[in-house]
């Protein structure tokens, strides 16, 4: 087995690309990894794949290689008499292909980098997050340093090529590992992937070529906004470097609560407190709704408690529609936790009229008694059908008199 051909061990053929190899190393790499692959020869095999990667991943080995086989690569085995049991030397399962891979922009040399990202939250009232509003936020960020312009050099100082990697911003460095030495390009330190080196640095950026600034920022937010959502303004983060584009601002949004609304989505809910007669006979209200009128609100007859009624299309506006969310009214009837002496006279009656007793002899169920006692500005066209003869009539009455009381 260590005899056999590389490209073989690979699986690929013997003109294939660099990235073939690549590729066909990562898969066999990852099918044979001792990790995964508990069969008994598993280990020799990744051993194997190793060994044949580190010769024809370099262009240097694999023409040694194909001109004198093993010979040329000074192969036995790169891996012989190494510590080879332990694949702990690398860590995990990831970090082998790190360190084989390297991570891209190490590799790179001089790499645009994006600039950050920044985040500033703004608090809104109810009303506000339900039809937008306009906010200015204060942020510090990096911007390219005015004195220098973002070069990083003293204005009229020369910048003079790297002489570590001779302006490529790269080098070649080869590394020892338990698979044998291997070589890998990764970004020069000295220019830091530039390929350049100030020679005098920006007094004003010490060479970094941007600068923190304070900023007031226009913040247009949409209505429909909710807490926790955020609006995003592309490219007014920190700028980049080395040509990279600027992040970009994030402002989170945080609405206040309402004295009487509730936020449910694109609804608002509104609960509406009735008093069991209310409830029992059903009462015109008048309700408050977001965008600022009130609104005639005819509660029916024998309404639950809980029953939601819509007011459809007035709720928060969908983000980024003109559609409307419904308002959505929540029937809260309340049961008197405390009663006057009337109040608890009516209801005695009302629970003998339930059970079935019938109105109390002593008292005259007619609407007479009651608009004696009542100033006139509450009638209710109700009340003529309230007749004392009429047989459906004495529990209506009665309910009427103790929406008046309560
Ligand atoms: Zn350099
Ligand atoms: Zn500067």
Do not use: W
């Not at 005015?146 to 080869?174: F, I, L």
């Not at 590394?175 to 080196?197: E, L, N, W």
């Not at 700028?239 to 206040?256: F, R």
């Amino acid at each position: 087995m260590p005899d056999q051909d590389y490209y073989a061990v690979l699986g690929v053929a013997r003109n294939a690309s660099d990235e073939d190899i690549r590729r066909a190393f990562r898969r066999k790499a990852m099918e044979y990894h001792p990790d995964r692959n508990k069969n008994a020869d598993a280990e020799d095999k990744f051993k194997e794949i190793n060994e044949a990667y580190q010769v024809l991943s370099d262009t240097q080995k694999r023409a040694q290689y194909d001109r004198f086989g093993k010979a040329g690569v000074g192969a036995g085995s790169p891996g012989a008499g190494s510590p080879f049991d332990g694949f702990d030397v690398f860590g995990g399962f990831g970090d082998i292909f790190d360190s084989f891979f390297g991570d891209a922009s190490a590799r790179g040399g001089r790499q645009p980098r994006r600039g950050g990202d920044l985040q500033q939250k703004v608090t809104l009232t109810f009303e506000e997050a339900v039809f937008g509003a306009d906010r200015e936020v204060e942020i510090t960020r990096l911007e390219h340093c005015q004195h220098c312009s973002g070069a990083g050099n003293e204005p009229g100082t020369p910048v003079d090529t790297c002489s570590t990697c001779r302006g490529s911003g790269q080098v070649r460095r080869s590394q020892r590992s338990v698979f044998g030495q291997f070589t890998q390009v990764v970004g020069c330190t000295t220019c830091r992937g530039r390929g350049s080196v100030i020679t005098a640095p920006c007094t004003k950026c010490r060479g970094a070529g941007r600068e923190r600034r304070k900023r007031k920022i226009e913040v247009r937010i949409p209505g429909g906004v909710d807490s926790g959502m955020q609006v995003r303004l592309s490219g007014d983060g920190d700028v980049g470097s080395d040509g990279g584009g600027s992040g970009n601002l994030y402002v989170s949004v945080e609405v206040q609560e309402h004295a009487f609304f509730q936020r449910e989505g694109t609804d608002i809910v509104y609960t509406l407190p009735l008093n069991l007669a209310e409830a029992a006979l059903g009462v015109d209200k008048v309700i408050p709704t977001i965008d600022g009128f009130e609104e005639e609100f005819k509660v029916p007859q024998g309404t639950q408690p809980g029953t939601p009624f819509t007011l459809r299309g007035k709720g928060v506006p969908h983000l980024n529609s003109n559609r409307r969310g419904d308002m959505r009214i929540l029937a809260d009837v309340r049961v008197p936790a405390s009663l006057n002496g009337h109040q608890r006279e009516l209801l005695e009656e009302l629970a003998r009229s339930f059970n079935g007793e019938g109105p109390s002899p002593k008292r005259s169920p007619n609407g007479r008694k009651r608009s004696k006692k009542r100033p006139g500005k509450e009638s209710q066209s109700k009340e003529p059908q309230s007749e004392p003869s009429a047989p459906e009539s004495p529990e209506k009455g009665l309910f009427d008199r103790i929406k008046d009381a309560l």
